[in-house]
Nanobody, 128 residues
């Protein structure tokens, strides 16, 4: 059974940091790309970042470039999203997702329809 379990969300003040984790199981982690998405209240789910577990290629939305860093520990089947300089507009439920299509264009990496498996999400709240 494929499982993606997010953790690490919470409440933080603007300018602070959080590190999200996505623990994966039930599939060959090295053959997949893992993406992070977020959904704020009343808004559509949007792509935040993606990493190919196969070759380490990373992708970022413009809104988080320079503030967020995605990384992968293939030995632990876990992907991390280090979020620094957080802003109130980063408040959302953050989801990780997996796709066997590890060679992606930037647009594909940020597109919901690229991904096959999804986690349940973790809440991130940034106070001003």
């Amino acid at each position: 059974e494929v499982q993606l379990v997010e953790s690490g969300g919470g409440l933080v003040q603007a300018g602070g940091s959080l590190r999200l984790s996505c623990a994966a199981s039930g599939f060959t982690f090295d053959d997949y790309a893992i993406g992070w998405f977020r959904q704020a209240p009343g808004k559509e789910r949007e792509g935040v970042s993606c990493i190919s577990s196969t070759d380490g290629t990373t992708y970022y939305a413009d809104s988080v470039k320079g503030r967020f860093t995605i990384s992968s520990d293939n030995a632990k089947n876990t992907v991390y999203l280090q979020m620094n300089s957080l802003k109130p507009e980063d408040t959302a439920v953050y989801y990780c997702a997996a796709t066997p299509r590890w060679r992606l264009t930037p647009a594909q990496a940020m597109a919901l329809q690229t991904y096959t498996f999804w986690g349940q999400g973790t809440q991130v709240t940034v106070s001003s």
